[in-house]
C-alpha cells in the first residue's frame, strides 16, 4: 500500500510539474466595447525565437517580424500561416519595420544606426544615417505616412553585445540627446522634430496622415502631435500616461500599446478599451495582419501570438 502511495504520489507530482512547466497565456482579456471577437483566445503562433519585434504588415496581410538577435526578419504567411526566412544574416539588426507604398521593407538597421530599404528579395540600400556627421543612437522604430510617404524615426539608446567593438556608441550617445527624427520623401538628410524627448519608443500615425503618436519608455506617457503639411510637428499633447515599446492602430482610430502588462488599447480620447496580457515578461511590438487584416499579431519575448478582432487594421 506503501509502494502505491508513493507511485501515485509520483505520478501526481509529475503531472503537475509538467502542468506548470507548460507554455501559460492569461486569457483574462479587458474588452468592455467588444472589439475582440466572441470566445476568441490569446494563441501561440509560433516560438522558439530569442527576441521577437518589429512587426510589419504587406499588402496582402504577411507579417514580417525580427529575431533581432539572431539578426534574421522571418515572414508568417496569411495564406498559408507558415513560417519562413526572409532574410538572414543581412548585418543589419532589424528592429522597427514599415512597408512602403512600393511594397518595399524599411527598417531600423540598429547594427550601424541606419535606415535600410529592402526589396522583396531582401536587397538592401541605406536610405538614412548619420545626423550632422554623428551616429545615432540606434533607431528603434519608425512610421510612415501613407500622404506624402515621410518617415518618422524614434532613436532611443539600448547598449548592444552585437555592436562592433570600435562602435564609439559604446562609450555613450554620440547625439545630445534621444529625439524624434523625420525623412522627407525623396531626401536622405534627416531633421529632427522633437529634442524635448527622454527615451522615445513606439511610433504610429493615424490612417489620414493627420496624426501622430510616440510612445516612450520613460517617462511613463505617450504623446500626440499635429502633422503638418511639411512633415513638421506641432501642438504635442499627453495622449494617455503609460509606457509603451511598440505601436499600431486600427480603422476606428484605437491605438494599440505594448510593455510589460501585454497589449493595451485607448481610443482616439485616451481611454482605456483593452487590454490583453501575454504572460510573457516583455511584450515588445504588435501589429494588425492576416488576409482580412482582423489578427492582432504580437511580438513578445521568444514567441509570436495571435488574437482574432472584430475592428481590423488599416490597409495601405
Known amino acids: 500500500m506503501k509502494k502505491f502511495t508513493f507511485i501515485l504520489a509520483s505520478v501526481l507530482f509529475a503531472l503537475l510539474f509538467y502542468a506548470f512547466n507548460q507554455p501559460k497565456i492569461d486569457n483574462e482579456i479587458f474588452d468592455p466595447t467588444g472589439i475582440v471577437v466572441p470566445n476568441a483566445k490569446l494563441e501561440i503562433l509560433g516560438e522558439g525565437y530569442s527576441f521577437t519585434e518589429g512587426p510589419a504588415v504587406d499588402k496582402k496581410g504577411n507579417i514580417f517580424f525580427t529575431d533581432q538577435p539572431n539578426d534574421k526578419i522571418i515572414q508568417w504567411s496569411a495564406k498559408t500561416k507558415a513560417f519562413t526566412i526572409f532574410s538572414a544574416n543581412s548585418g543589419g539588426r532589424a528592429n522597427g519595420m514599415y512597408f512602403d507604398a512600393a511594397g518595399n521593407l524599411i527598417t531600423c538597421a540598429d547594427m550601424d544606426g541606419e535606415i535600410w530599404r529592402m526589396d522583396k528579395k531582401g536587397n538592401h540600400k541605406v536610405i538614412a544615417k548619420n545626423y550632422e556627421g554623428k551616429i545615432l543612437n540606434g533607431p528603434n522604430d519608425l512610421w510612415i505616412n501613407p500622404k506624402n510617404g515621410g518617415i518618422y524615426i524614434t532613436d532611443p539608446r539600448y547598449k548592444r553585445d552585437y555592436w562592433a567593438a570600435a562602435d564609439p556608441r559604446h562609450l555613450g550617445m554620440q547625439q545630445s540627446g534621444a529625439y524624434l527624427y523625420y525623412l522627407g520623401p525623396n531626401s536622405n538628410t534627416l531633421k529632427r522634430l522633437d529634442e524635448n524627448l527622454i527615451e522615445p519608443n513606439g511610433i504610429v500615425g493615424s490612417p489620414d496622415g493627420k496624426k501622430l503618436y510616440v510612445g516612450n519608455i520613460k517617462p511613463d506617457i505617450t504623446y500626440v502631435y499635429d502633422i503638418m503639411q511639411d512633415g513638421s510637428l506641432s501642438n504635442r499633447q ?41 504572460g510573457e515578461g516583455w511584450t515588445a511590438n504588435v501589429v494588425f495582419g492576416g488576409e482580412n487584416r482582423d489578427l492582432l499579431f504580437i511580438t513578445a519575448m521568444g514567441r509570436v501570438f495571435g488574437l482574432k478582432m472584430k475592428v481590423k487594421g488599416v490597409v495601405k
Do not use: H
Open 238 to 278: 499627453v495622449f494617455c500616461k503609460m509606457k509603451t515599446d511598440g505601436m499600431t492602430i486600427d480603422e476606428q482610430g484605437n491605438v494599440y500599446l505594448t510593455n510589460s502588462l501585454g497589449v493595451t488599447a485607448f481610443n482616439q480620447k485616451g481611454e482605456r478599451i483593452f487590454n490583453v496580457p501575454t
